[in-house]
């Protein structure tokens, strides 16, 4: 029978573009990157290599610029994060807490959301500017000397991570506004009933009822800032002052597309290192989760 | 009258002051674009420009760069992403959530597993699979390896899912077809999520910076990002001048979100946190 | 139309059989409610009379069509869900043309249909509403339109009414039968309350654990039932429960150590279930069986008397002209009907 056939095939229909699309920019990519990493002396343009083994893992680990970038993205990480997560839940519980302007500072913090990094990067970049930036000019007023953010090896590295907390703040918040919104208003009630302070309040009803929120906050926010290389562009035209703010993703972006001949097993190596780092990353931190609500 | 306290100005005090910083850097750059070459150096820096009918730096950009092709192709690689995308995760969150099959939910924790797999790590055989095709610098380049989202998809069915069984045999007992009651029922019920992944998908396309920049050199096909990134590094620009470029880059999304911002935060509300 | 279910069992895993070898004539034109227990299969049964679900074995029948494996929308039924199932995003006009729009009916026949429709079920002055603006009574009669406007051969109703406060439970109960009789579809009915079956129904099927226990009509399954879990299960104060054993052709209840004087022709040292309706003991100074009163409350001529019989307690409508007190001891006489002998083990009615 013809139906009985087709009410068979028939999801496999529905799911067919997507198969397609997964296999070949998603599943095919992943396979071949692990493929790619293990062919040592892979020549691109003839397709020959000598066989397979860890030697790319080995020539990355001993690079200088991948261990350089690999700290870089570490310490990236472990000064964003933590900043922006603690703004956020502040500024999510005051937004939450007001009655009027709700929309309006609402929708000021929110729009930072739509920034092209690269557009929004060059406002900043202008921002920082040694001479003429509006940064210096205001901490002029409160005299302290120009710092040279862009310019020099000692701040530039700060001047990435005031960026990048900037950038991140936005969906952050979002996501933990939603969160108190999902807290029941009764626990308020009764805590205020109880007497009990707001800061009191904030500690022992609003962070342990929004620690679900907080913890895919985390997991979100670590996976896009070890990512970071999109923002070394319009800031510093590249990776800071004689590579000194290479990340992973930049050294992966360099090994493919900026070396010729490329270097794909490096690149590949890399790749699957990072992911290997975000992996680890996140096990820890589900573990740590899991501890908690224990 | 009721007494204000204390407390309460200075909390309204601190959040504008943090609003204040939020939203500086998009004020900083668009005043900055109608800033004259010897306004925008003066130091104490002027709070607004002499004029705003200063255009000057706009037509500088616009000369020397395609900046008009670039938006071009900036909305057309949204639109077709959008759409693209948005129908394979309608279809694919609808053969999910309604739709029986053997290995379902085998194969979507599979894929759920997928998601933490960074694009970045994807994008060199991508670009070699783009490059073996002989897409290279072509539009299709930019727009094909996002056609589907598994994230996307992802939040879709948890919608769907919510959507009663009961809804579903009523119109299956009606002769509702599958394709039918997709459209009809499935499809205007998630509206406000639907807006949501679309809303995202958009933002999300037209900043892209990483995967234009690997798969297009020309300035035919270039997006607005990277565009606009050509045009500092290959100009050596002016701030003015780059300023103004930023601003045809990040204007638009800018009034999309102004009208949109109601659904974007209603609809990651819904979405976002069941993951 | 007349539906024929033959020998039919549900099968979902291998130890456990949803609906167990189940038999039945359902008239055309009568309202027949499947009453049980949650898990007794009968929403089951009524899946497999939509066509949700397919007979492991068996065959049903629509007057003489075989449709046990016919897909649901050929066979031309009407369902109304407990959650109503209507389309949020549609107004009750559109909720009501839906079933139509998909039979590809021109327009103007579907609105007229649909608004005749909405008239019967008093809905037609909320056409332009959302399902999210009407009450669940409301919601209710326009799910009942829309299952209805396709004019169906069959009726199917998932406990429509346990969404609903008691109130309008009452209400839309009697609107129910009402449609039904004016439609004279056939209608099946699905409900665990047995108050809402009785006082609907022209017939009942009580099923238990995926069995038949009884099919009759609701005073019949009052008065006679067929088993012990048919007497449970039906009358409002449950029925009173007691256990017996016969000694010398006598039900003796073993809680209270007592002869009950119910005669019954069975072998000596049979344990049985001595089951009586409140409204079926009678206050009689005479009898042999003794209790004492623990409370009484007066509803109208009659009041409801709690008596302490042994280590269990029971329930009795006594003349409200009698003056009970808390502790008086009371002989406990019985009339002819609604006293009832069951085994003990199969549950068997013997009296």
Not at chain 2, 104 to 117: D, E, G, H, Q, T
Not at chain 2, 236 to 265: C, D, H, Q, S, W
Not at chain 3, 121 to 149: E, F, N, T
């Amino acid at each position: 029978m013809k139906s009985r056939f087709f009410e068979k095939v028939k999801p496999f229909l529905y799911l067919a573009p997507f198969i397609v699309g997964v296999t070949i920019f998603t599943l095919y990519p992943i396979v071949n990157v692990v493929k790619m990493s293990l062919m040592e002396n892979y020549k691109y343009l003839t397709g020959d290599f000598t066989g397979y083994g860890f030697g790319n893992f080995k020539t990355v680990i001993e690079d200088q610029y991948f261990r350089q970038a690999m700290g870089n993205t570490l310490k990236y990480v472990a000064v964003v994060i933590p900043i922006s997560t603690c703004l956020a839940v502040v500024i999510a519980t005051l937004l939450n807490s007001i009655k009027k302007f709700q929309a309006l500072l609402q929708t000021a913090y929110f729009l930072p959301m739509v920034t092209s990094v690269t557009a929004v990067g060059l406002a900043w970049r202008f921002m920082f500017n040694y001479k003429q930036g509006v940064i210096n000019y205001v901490l002029s007023l409160f005299g302290v000397p120009a710092i040279d953010w862009l310019g020099a090896t000692a701040s530039n590295f700060s001047a990435l991570c005031v960026y990048g907390i900037w950038a991140i703040l936005p969906f952050t918040i979002i996501l933990l506004v939603s969160g108190l919104q999902n807290i029941d208003p009764m626990y308020y009630t009764a805590a205020k009933v109880d007497g009990a302070k707001p800061l009191r309040i904030f500690f022992r009803i609003t962070i342990p009822l929004l620690a679900p929120t907080i913890f895919l906050v985390l997991t979100v926010n670590c996976i896009s800032c070890f990512k970071v290389y999109n923002e070394l562009f319009p800031l510093f035209a590249g990776p800071g002052i004689a590579y000194n703010l290479f990340t992973v993703v930049y050294y992966i972006y360099y090994e493919f597309r900026v070396l010729t001949p490329a270097k794909y097993g490096l690149a590949a190596a890399a790749a699957l290192m990072l992911f290997g780092v975000i992996f680890v990353v996140n096990m820890l931190k589900s573990f740590v989760e899991k501890k908690l609500s224990n | 009258m009721k007494k204000i306290k204390f407390s309460t100005v200075l909390l309204y005090l601190v959040l504008f002051f943090g609003a204040l910083i939020m939203i500086f850097p998009f004020y900083w750059m668009i005043t900055g674009a109608f800033k004259t070459g010897t306004e925008i150096v003066q130091m104490p820096p002027t709070m607004l420009p002499n004029s705003f009918t200063n255009l000057d730096n706009f037509k500088f950009a616009f000369q020397t760069a395609p900046f008009v092709t670039y938006f071009i192709n900036s909305v057309e690689m949204m639109i077709a992403c959008v759409v693209l995308c948005g129908v394979t995760t309608i279809l694919t969150a609808f053969a999910f959530s309604r739709l029986r099959f053997p290995g379902r939910n085998l194969i979507f924790s599979c894929l759920l597993a997928l998601m933490m797999v960074p694009f970045e790590m994807l994008v060199i055989t991508n670009y070699r699979t783009i490059v073996g095709w002989h897409l290279h610098d072509t539009k299709w380049a930019l727009i094909l390896p996002f056609t589907t989202s598994i994230f996307y998809t992802y939040i879709l069915k948890g919608f769907f899912d919510s959507i009663p069984e009961s809804l579903y045999q009523a119109a299956k007992v009606d002769g509702c077809s599958d394709w039918k009651y997709l459209w009809r029922v499935m499809v205007p019920m998630s509206k406000p999520s639907l807006v949501t992944i679309m809303l995202l998908n958009a933002i999300a396309t037209w900043n892209s910076f990483m995967w234009p920049m690997i798969a297009t050199n020309s300035k035919e096909v270039r997006t607005l990002p990277f565009g606009l990134y050509a045009f500092i590094s290959e100009g050596g620009a002016k701030n003015e001048r780059m300023m103004a470029a930023a601003t045809v880059v990040v204007l638009p999304m800018i009034i999309v979100f102004l009208v949109a911002r109601k659904y974007i935060v209603n609809g990651v509300a819904r979405g976002g946190l069941k993951g | 139309m007349r539906v024929r279910l033959e020998n039919i069992t549900k099968q979902f895993n291998k130890d456990t059989k949803a609906v167990n070898n189940f038999s039945a004539v359902i008239e055309s034109g009568e309202l027949v409610t499947l009453l049980g227990p949650s898990g007794c299969g009968k929403s089951t049964m009524l899946n497999m009379l939509s066509g949700i679900l397919i007979p492991t074995e068996g065959k049903i029948y629509f007057d003489d069509d075989d449709v046990t494996e016919m897909p649901s929308d050929q066979r031309g039924i009407g369902l109304v869900f407990q959650n109503y199932a209507l389309y949020p995003h549609m107004t009750v006009l559109e909720n009501i043309c839906f079933p139509l729009e998909i039979k590809k009916v021109p327009k103007a026949e579907r609105i007229a249909r649909a608004t005749e429709m909405a008239k019967l079920v008093h809905v037609d002055m909320l056409l332009d509403r959302k399902p999210g603006q009407l009450s669940g009574g409301q919601q209710q009669r326009v799910a009942i339109a829309r299952a209805l406007v396709k004019q169906p051969r069959l009726l199917l109703l998932d406990e429509p009414l346990s969404n609903l406060d008691a109130r309008l439970r009452i209400e839309m109960r009697e609107e129910i039968r009402r449609i039904q009789q004016e439609t004279k579809v056939t209608a099946i009915f699905v409900t665990h309350d047995q108050e809402e079956a009785m006082s609907i129904s022209d017939h009942i099927i009580l099923m238990k654990d995926g069995f038949l226990q009884q099919f009759d009509e609701p005073q019949v399954l009052y008065d006679s039932p067929a088993n012990c879990f048919t007497a449970d299960f039906l009358g409002n104060p449950p029925i009173n429960k007691m256990e017996g054993v016969v000694r010398n052709g006598e039900v003796y209840v073993t809680d209270a150590n007592l002869p009950s004087g119910v005669k019954i022709d069975l072998p000596e040292g049979k344990e049985v279930y001595l089951s009586f309706r409140a409204e079926s003991a009678e206050y009689n100074p005479e009898a042999s069986l003794k209790g004492t009163v623990i409370m009484t409350s007066v509803m109208g001529k009659e009041k409801i008397t709690s008596i302490k019989l042994g280590n269990m307690e029971v329930r009795a409508y006594m003349d409200a002209k009698l003056t009970l007190k808390s502790g008086q001891e009371i002989g406990i006489g019985f009339k002819d009907t609604g006293v009832f002998v069951f085994d003990r083990e199969t549950g068997e009615r013997y009296l």
